[in-house]
């Protein structure tokens, strides 16, 4: 039987549109000269992941959904089809994160199955148990074409599920999911590194089980998340038949072979190993009288161990073995523009945006990028400088704006500056100055976006983010920001991968808030130092462990008192609560909804 995976991006929040999609789908593969006997869609497919309390919203019920479904299947006029595909499912008063596979047409259409996920991750950027109930059980169920089980996204990550399904006589697990992107270091597979923790977790499970396994995932981005794609089919042998590209809308195809099956669980049993030494197993772990075990030596203590010296066993640290801010530049090149593009103009519905462009490395990365995203008539550069700005400044961003083949309006703000000074009788220190200068420029790419219907972005890296080095309501304003993510020392490997000059690359960077200032003096280390302590800070390795990497104490001990001081900066203003419907506590939804 010929499988699809139909790898697709769903619109946020809108059944209609997503029900569409579907129906497209099944009419585009129905008119191949060999359709397939089923088609699967990712976990979620018909309104998007990250709902928050907007989930709510977004239910229904299974059987709503197959009358839907059959609807858009009659309209495809298309042969009979089983199809399989992720939603949220309102059941008896609760909200599940559920999968639904039926028979379309034919002579005795229906739902078949329906699963509901097990494990609900609840950490880092996820939070599913907050808004849906956990299903509790994992079970086969017969098709026209032979017997499958479901598991959702992390489901499969709990290897008890599959050997669940396995036991229950599964010959093929469909794996619905939707998993962010993560990861941009350089890998064997030149792929996203998530993407490659996830192909080693189906193919261990298919070939461990003998089965095989379906991994079709969902594209697009939400909320600055983006969704990985790679979609697999994998045979039960471990061996992948067919896989759709990272990022992309894609369908993919590959066929259910029964000869296949018997071949590869003939060739390692591991499966029947398991049916027969089960029940023995089991009764082994049901047996609660357990020996007691002897320990030697006088009332029982343990021997000492004296431990090895550090001259015998040398050790080598993280920070020595290899450099972990390391980039794949053309993927993170790849990814950003499909963001931009996602977040900009199919989200927020601008064709436009508007940049500040400094004469720095990052402007000028943020430029480069959305020059590839939108092309440069699309791109709305502008020079903001103030009377004390350094003439290089300026020079550095013409050169940028010609690299790119981008018209640069210039608008000086000195007198506005001066203005604000002299009604408010004060003169200004520098860091008044600065942080008026700051804030104005926003002002002004704000005031152009309106004008111009063009969306301003931002150009604040990750390790100005962390250390709090800009000024609240100004760098990092703008609502979409490609690179806040990127450390700087990131930032600049991808800047020479987008070919920035090198007087941009290689000048020390600098606020240009005052004559003479740089970002590293201002901070009191260098930015090479600063990122990786950071790093490691927030991979959660001790103050200790860091200074065994390299770093003194000092060091450490500067960019972590920057870091615990400047929380507030990376959050919008704190509220008083009082209600039970508190934005941001109770009533939830994500930027994008």
Not at 289 to 295: D, G, K
Request: net charge negative; aromatic share 8%.
């Amino acid at each position: 039987m010929e499988i699809a995976l139909a790898q697709i991006r769903p619109a946020k929040a809108d059944y209609a549109e997503n029900l569409k999609r579907i129906g497209a789908v099944m009419a585009q593969v129905g008119g191949w000269p060999r359709p397939p006997g089923l088609v699967i869609f990712g976990e979620t497919v018909m309104s998007g992941y990250f709902l928050e309390g907007g989930v709510r919203d977004a239910v229904v019920t299974a059987g709503t959904l197959f009358r839907d479904l059959q609807a858009v299947h009659e309209a495809a006029g298309v042969a009979p089809m089983d199809l399989c595909l992720g939603f949220y499912e309102a059941r008896r008063g609760r909200i599940f994160n559920s999968a639904l596979y039926a028979e379309m047409g034919g002579d005795n259409p229906g739902i078949r199955h329906v699963h509901r996920k097990v494990f609900l991750p609840t950490y880092g950027m996820f939070d599913e148990e907050r808004f849906v109930d956990a299903g509790t059980t994992v079970q086969a169920f017969d098709t026209r074409w032979g017997r499958a089980a479901i598991l959702i996204c992390e489901d499969v990550w709990h290897s008890a599920a599959a050997t669940i399904a396995a036991l229950d006589g599964a010959d093929f697990l469909i794996v619905p999911s939707a998993s962010p992107a993560r990861g941009i270091e350089p890998t064997a597979s030149g792929s996203i590194n998530s993407k490659d923790a996830w192909e080693r977790i189906v193919r261990r499970v298919a070939e461990e089980h003998g089965v095989y396994l379906a991994l079709v995932q969902i594209v697009g981005f939400e909320g600055g998340k983006g969704f990985q794609g790679g979609s697999a089919l994998v045979g039960p042998d471990g061996v992948v038949l067919a896989e759709a590209p990272v990022l992309d809308e894609a369908i993919v195809t590959g066929r259910f072979d029964r000869r296949r099956l018997m071949q590869a669980r003939a060739d390692q049993p591991l499966l029947s190993d398991l049916e027969v030494a089960l029940p023995h197993l089991l009764r082994a772990s049901s047996d609660t009288a357990r020996p007691a075990v002897a320990i030697d030596g006088p009332s029982g203590a343990i021997p000492r161990v004296e431990p090895s010296t550090p001259a015998a066993h040398p050790v080598v640290t993280p920070a020595a073995a290899v450099d972990p801010l390391a980039i794949n530049a053309p993927l993170v090149e790849r990814w950003l523009v499909a963001f931009l593009r996602e977040e900009v103009t199919r989200r927020r519905g601008f064709d436009k945006v508007v940049i500040g462009l400094s004469g720095g490395v990052d402007s000028a990365t943020t430029a480069a990028l959305a020059v590839r995203a939108f092309g440069a008539d699309n791109v709305m550069a502008v020079r903001l400088p103030y009377c004390t700005s350094a003439t290089e400044s300026g020079a550095h961003a013409q050169v940028v704006a010609d690299a790119l083949g981008l018209d640069l309006l210039t608008i000086d703000i000195s007198q506005a500056v001066d203005g604000y000074h002299a009604a408010a009788a004060n003169g200004g220190d520098s860091t008044s100055r600065g942080n008026v200068m700051a804030r104005l420029r926003m002002i002004a790419l704000f005031d152009l976006s309106a004008k111009y219907r063009a969306l301003p972005l931002g150009t604040a890296n990750k390790t100005e983010r962390l250390l709090g080095y800009f000024t609240w309501h100004a760098d990092d304003a703008p609502p979409v920001n490609p690179i806040g993510d990127l450390f700087k020392t990131q930032v600049l490997a991808l800047a020479r991968h987008l070919g920035i000059p090198d007087a941009i690359v290689e000048k020390p960077a600098t606020a240009d808030l005052v004559q003479g200032q740089t970002d590293e003096g201002d901070l009191g280390i260098a930015y090479a130092r600063a990122d990786l302590i950071l790093h490691w800070t927030l991979s959660g390795r001790a103050e200790c462990e860091i200074v065994e990497y390299g770093f003194s104490p000092d060091e450490v001990g500067l960019v972590k008192r920057r870091l615990d001081s400047t929380h507030w900066k990376r959050r919008l203003p704190t509220v008083a609560m009082l209600s039970r419907t508190a934005i941001g506590e109770s009533y939830l939804r994500p930027v994008d909804y």
